[in-house]
T-cell receptor, first 116, second 111 residues
Framework: DTAVSQTPKYLVTQMGNDKSIKCEQN?????MYWYKQDSKKFLKIMFS???????INETVPNRFSPKSPDKAHLNLHINSLELGDSAVYFC???????????????FGPGTRLTVL | TQLLEQSPQFLSIQEGENLTVYCNSS?????LQWYRQEPGEGPVLLVT???GGEVKKLKRLTFQFGDARKDSSLHITAAQPGDTGLYLC???????????WGAGTKLIIKP
């Protein structure tokens, strides 16, 4: 069974379009994250939800809007896509979030977004 | 601002050689994690070190947490082509949901 799954794996779209990426985890974790990995492979946190509540909202354009319908799901909607949004987006989850020493994170396979 | 400096950024060596990757910070972490990421996949957790001075071994990989819990190293003995990948370190701070990530080390082991 896949622990953290994301759909789609690849997303190619035109500038100005609106798109969504979905994430689901079956690990029973309380905390979920969205990361952006650029061409230099640096992982940048975008958002984090703990039990459906937004707890991290980094400096991300408000064209990006996360939604967590329940603690197993965290979706990312992007409006008015721009060329600079092209990257790999990773969803991750962790059991303890900020409440333990560990915050070990489990990642999905990534969604490669290409904006043309 | 908490930073985790990872070095080297890129390493290409022959099969059978040894190597060490470093992560350094001026901040104290409650734990430090090492992940490996292969092309087209997400990072996968290798190990978490928690106690200052702790050493953990995973087959040919040895992970060490500095005494002051500000730095860590990953040593690979007799590297194999299967070790090729992007290695990422990440520091956790208690009560902070956000991990502090290193920039990654791209490792290539040539047969």
């Amino acid at each position: 069974d896949t622990a953290v799954s994301q759909t789609p794996k690849y997303l190619v779209t035109q500038m100005g379009n609106d798109k969504s990426i979905k994430c689901e985890q079956n690990l029973g974790h309380d905390t979920m994250y969205w990361y952006k990995q650029d061409s230099k492979k640096f992982l940048k946190i975008m958002f984090s939800y703990n039990n459906k509540e937004l707890i991290i909202n980094e400096t991300v354009p408000n064209r990006f809007s996360p939604k967590s319908p329940d603690k197993a799901h965290l979706n990312l909607h992007i409006n008015s896509l721009e060329l600079g949004d092209s990257a790999v987006y990773f969803c991750a989850s962790s059991q303890d979030g900020g409440t333990s020493l560990y915050n070990e994170q489990f990642f999905g396979p990534g969604t490669r977004l290409t904006v043309l | 601002t908490q930073l985790l400096e990872q070095s080297p950024q890129f390493l290409s060596i022959q099969e059978g050689e040894n190597l060490t990757v470093y992560c350094n910070s001026s901040s104290v972490f409650s734990s430090l994690q090492w992940y490996r990421q292969e092309p087209g996949e997400g990072p996968v957790l290798l190990v978490t070190v928690v106690t200052g001075g702790e050493v953990k071994k995973l087959k040919r990989l040895t992970f060490q947490f500095g005494d002051a819990r500000k730095d860590s190293s990953l040593h690979i003995t007799a590297a194999q082509p299967g070790d090729t990948g992007l290695y990422l370190c990440a520091g956790a701070v208690h009560s902070n949901y956000q991990l502090i990530w290193g920039a990654g080390t791209k490792l290539i082991i040539k047969p």
